[in-house]
């Protein structure tokens, strides 16, 4: 039988909430977030504690060092805002976030990017994708008009991408990089050239990796950087040839796009990178992987230690 979540008591009582947000981001106990050390005192104010460290001795709460600092919101709002962008396949609004709590928008908009702040993994991954034997989808696409559209010169034909075609100069460009069976990596870049492709598929995909693109120029002589490059031929028709194909990564895309016009429907610029983060974030920690909605909400609110995220 399905399992009820909303009828937690931690998403509807503040102490309930308070103990549920300690053991996920501290299983073994609280620790302080400015020395990280173990031992602590217990204050007469429920939820403060006080580093035992005598260098330290700085108080701290389950929000200090995290997205969650310094908000007034409540930690049973902070609970539902996790939970809501942990399960939702396609995404969460703000304006959903506003109804499901019943709070002001500028409370939603500000717990729902901090909880992508908390998704983004920014520099914690360094390990390569792939490895020996192991296959490595890479492909580009393009979501929303670029505020401010790249000038083309007069008279001058723009470089295909793909036979007979040409990326848009006024749309986002979006890189994607998915193992198959495994992770995603996305970027968003100002401009999808061959350079810029190029250092992202060498700086983030085993050497030891078969590579598998479309016929698209930018990823021309890639074969020299990996094990193998296998393309797919589009243009004629072909999209699958034994096991090489793109199928992965344009699903992926899939997932984002009627997410970003189904859901979202409208991004700034500035903030498209936070967009692909959360989505990453989901593809990543996806049922196929043995990880269900509970333990995704955990996973972001662990992924939201010492990060901040203020507009200032």
């Known amino acids: 039988m399905a399992k009820n979540l909303f009828a937690a008591k931690h998403f509807h009582d503040e102490e309930a909430a308070r103990h549920w947000f300690e053991k996920a981001r501290w299983p073994s106990g609280p620790v302080c977030p400015h020395c990280k050390s173990p ?30 600092e310094r908000s007034h919101a409540k930690l049973t709002q902070w609970a539902m805002a996790f939970y809501l962008a942990a399960s939702s396949k396609k995404g969460f ?21 901090r909880v992508m702040e908390a998704m983004r993994q920014g520099g914690l991954e360094t390990d390569p994708l792939g490895g020996d034997g192991k296959i490595v989808e890479a492909d580009e696409t393009y979501y929303g008009k670029t505020e401010k559209p790249l000038p083309r010169s007069r ?4 470089k295909p991408t793909k036979r007979g075609k040409s990326g848009p100069a006024d749309k986002r460009p979006i890189i994607a990089l998915v193992e198959r069976g495994g992770r995603v990596r996305s970027f968003y870049t100002g401009v999808a050239d061959k350079m810029t492709v190029t250092q992202i598929v060498r700086e983030n995909i085993d050497r030891e990796s078969r590579l598998h693109t479309d016929e698209s120029r930018l990823y021309h002589g890639s074969g ?34 009627r997410g970003m016009k189904g ?11 936070r967009y692909l983060a959360e989505f990453d974030f989901r593809y990543n920690h ?27």
């Open 93 to 113: 609004s703000a304006n959903q976030l506003q109804r499901a709590l019943g709070c002001q928008y500028n409370t939603a908009w500000f717990l729902h990017h």
């Open 224 to 257: 020299t950087y990996f094990a193998k490059h296998e393309t797919i031929k589009h243009s004629r028709r072909e999209y699958v040839r034994g096991d090489v194909h793109t199928n992965t990564v344009e699903g992926y895309f899939s997932i984002f796009k």
């Open 39 to 68: 031992k602590h005192y217990v204050t007469k104010k429920p939820g403060r504690y006080r580093c035992a460290n005598k260098e330290c001795r700085k108080d701290f709460t389950v929000m200090t060092g995290s997205v969650m």
């Open 155 to 158: 008279g001058r034909i723009p």
């Open 263 to 273: 859901v979202y429907q409208h991004c700034s610029e500035k903030h498209l990178h």
């Open 286 to 312: 996806r049922e196929a992987l043995g990880i269900n909605d509970e333990m995704r909400t955990i996973a972001a609110i662990q992924a939201g230690e010492g990060k901040r995220l203020t507009y200032r």
